[in-house]
């Protein structure tokens, strides 16, 4: 089979490994970082369901979208491929404001030095939402099995052992909730998930919708969701490019108390007030804050 691939230029400010080391989402199923090649890896099920492997990696002034399983690519399903990973690597980003605005503040010259700033995100809030919830009240351990468990409710990948895609909404809703449950181990979350999962397939949520939001909008209809709190509307918030409010959790707690605070724990009043001062772009320093003492 000859190999099928197309490159995406980038912009100046893209780098590719500080993006996919952005999140914890790259240790999270389907999503596979092979350290050796230097490349992401995801299983993604296509418009009209065939299962493939894409691999991710840098080029120069451009990123390498390798597809191994097929021999030849129409426009169609290049166009649908190149929107996901203009998604997953938050491509359409323009973080030059971003960057502009932090030369106002000391200590903060690294995130235009190392290009920080994008964030890894899965291929559909859906899946966002999901990994979210399993973030929640848990270890990151644990977080990494239950997507693992969850992704095997998907779609296998046709000769890539343990290698699923993520499952669609309506996969987790055909299922018997007793079922779902047995399979995901995932306590509280199990119902909480499900309950969305059949909102969604039922029609009850239009998520596509949600992505046109402004900030307030979405945060509030995240919250409205059973089993997300002010920490997962600002997370997803965040994701999906608004920064104008924080989350804060115990990995947000450590980094301001290791960064900021002398080796203090401070109050989360304390740690809002601090990243008030940036504005509109303080979710995003937050969260460079908090994987730049984790990279």
Request: aromatic fraction near 12%.
């Amino acid at each position: 089979m000859t190999a099928t691939f197309f490159v995406i230029k980038t912009a100046p400010q893209f780098d590719f490994r500080r993006t996919v080391f952005s999140h914890g989402w790259y240790m999270l199923a389907p999503f596979a970082w092979d350290e050796e090649s230097a490349a992401l890896s995801t299983i993604y099920r296509t418009a009209a369901g065939a299962v493939l492997c894409m691999e991710l990696s840098a080029v120069e002034r451009g990123l390498r979208v390798d597809l191994p399983d097929l021999d030849g690519l129409g426009a169609d399903l290049r166009d649908e491929v190149e929107s996901l990973v203009h998604r997953i690597l938050s491509l359409d980003w323009d973080l030059r404001p971003f960057y502009a605005a932090m030369r106002a503040f000391d200590g903060y010259d690294w995130l235009e030095a190392e290009k920080r700033g994008r964030i890894l995100v899965g291929g559909s809030l859906w899946e966002d939402l999901a990994k979210v919830l399993l973030t929640t009240n848990t270890t990151w351990a644990q977080t990494v099995r239950n997507c693992a468990r969850l992704c095997q409710l998907g779609r296998p990948h046709p000769s890539l052992p343990g290698r699923y895609a993520f499952p669609n909404a309506g996969q987790i809703a055909a299922l018997d909730f007793d079922v779902f449950a047995d399979k995901l181990r995932a306590g509280y979350r199990n119902a909480y998930l499900y309950e969305l999962a059949e909102c969604i397939a039922g029609g009850g949520l239009d998520l596509d919708a949600w992505l046109s939001l402004d900030s307030e909008g979405l945060y509030s209809a995240v919250k409205s969701l059973k089993g997300f709190g002010d920490y997962a509307a600002g997370t997803i918030a965040r994701m999906a490019g608004h920064f104008d409010r924080i989350a804060i959790d115990s990995a947000c707690r450590e980094m301001y108390a290791a960064f900021h605070n002398d080796g203090v724990k401070g109050s989360d009043a304390d740690i809002s007030e601090y990243y008030a001062a940036f504005g509109r772009w303080q979710g995003l320093v937050m969260w460079m804050d908090i994987m730049r003492r984790h990279s």
